[in-house]
C-alpha cells in the first residue's frame, strides 16, 4: 500500500541538538510529504518533496529523498521543546489514498 | 490560508446514541476530503475517502452502515458515527484537500469521541 514507515519509533534529545528520522516505503511514489502531530491535535503538513526532487528546505528543516531506496529523511537543527511532537510521513502515489506509519515521537529535553 | 475546522472538539455520548462531526474548509475548496481514526499512541487509520457530490470510498474492515459520511459541498463533510458504542470512542480527524495529487493535506483538530 502507500503507506511510509517511519524509524526510530522514538527518539529523545537534549534542545538545540539536531533530530533525525527517516520515513521508508514500498511503492513507486508522486511525492513524499511529512507531517507534524502535537498531543491530541490535527496533523500539520511540514514539508512535500516530489519524486524529482532529492532535498527540500523549509526553515529548520532538511527533507532528504533517496528514491533508488525508497527512503526518506527528516532532519530538524537546533531543536527547541516545542518541536516536541509526533513526526509522520506519508506518499502520494497513483491512488487518491493517504495512509500513515505509527509516527516518530520526538522529544526534546530543555 | 488552508484552514480546516472541525466540531466539536470532543463529545461524549450514551451508548446506542449518533453522532456528527463536521469537517469544514474555510478557506479554500476541498476536492476531496479524508477522515481517520487514531487510538492512544496508535497511528492514523483512514476510514474514507470522499469526493463531493459522489458516495465516500470506504477501507476494508470500516463498516458504511454504522460510519456515515456525507460529502455535500466542496467545503464540508460530515462523518456519523450512528448507534455508537464504548468501542468507537476514539480520536476522529478529517482533513483535505485543495488540489491535485502533489498538494499536502490539512487537517482539523480532530474530535475525541467517548460513548459511556
Known amino acids: 500500500s502507500q503507506q511510509g514507515e517511519e524509524d526510530p519509533q522514538a527518539l529523545s534529545i537534549q534542545e538545540g541538538e539536531n533530530a533525525t528520522m527517516n520515513c521508508s516505503y514500498k511503492?513507486?511514489?508522486?511525492?513524499l510529504q511529512w507531517y507534524r502531530q502535537n498531543s491530541g491535535r490535527g496533523l500539520v503538513h511540514l514539508i512535500l518533496?516530489?519524486?524529482?526532487?532529492r532535498e527540500k528546505h523549509s526553515g529548520r528543516l532538511r527533507v532528504t529523498l533517496d528514491t533508488s531506496k525508497k527512503s526518506s529523511s527528516l532532519l530538524i537543527t537546533a531543536s527547541r521543546a516545542a518541536d516536541t511532537a509526533s513526526y509522520f510521513c506519508?506518499?502520494?502515489?497513483?491512488?487518491?489514498?493517504?495512509?500513515f506509519g505509527t509516527g516518530t515521537s520526538l522529544t526534546v529535553i530543555p | 490560508g488552508a484552514v480546516v475546522s472541525q466540531h466539536p472538539s470532543w463529545v461524549i455520548c450514551k451508548s446506542g446514541t449518533s453522532v456528527k462531526i463536521e469537517c469544514r474548509s474555510l478557506?479554500?475548496?476541498?476536492?476531496?476530503m479524508f477522515w481517520y481514526r487514531q487510538f492512544p499512541k496508535q497511528s492514523l487509520m483512514l476510514m474514507a475517502t470522499?469526493?463531493?457530490?459522489?458516495?465516500?470510498?470506504?477501507e476494508q474492515g470500516v463498516e458504511k452502515d454504522k460510519f456515515l459520511i456525507n460529502h455535500a459541498s466542496l467545503t464540508l463533510s460530515t462523518l456519523t458515527v450512528t448507534s455508537a458504542h464504548p468501542e468507537d470512542s476514539s480520536f476522529y480527524i478529517c482533513?483535505?484537500?485543495?488540489?491535485?495529487?502533489?498538494?499536502?493535506?490539512?487537517f482539523g483538530n480532530g474530535t475525541r469521541l467517548t460513548v459511556t
Open positions: 482533513s483535505a484537500r485543495r488540489g491535485p495529487y502533489n498538494s499536502p493535506l490539512h
Open positions: 511503492t513507486s511514489i508522486n511525492n
Open positions: 518533496i516530489r519524486s524529482n526532487e
Open positions: 506519508t506518499v502520494g502515489g497513483t491512488g487518491n489514498q493517504f495512509y
Open positions: 478557506d479554500f475548496q476541498a476536492t476531496t
Open positions: 470522499s469526493n463531493e457530490g459522489s458516495k465516500a470510498t470506504y
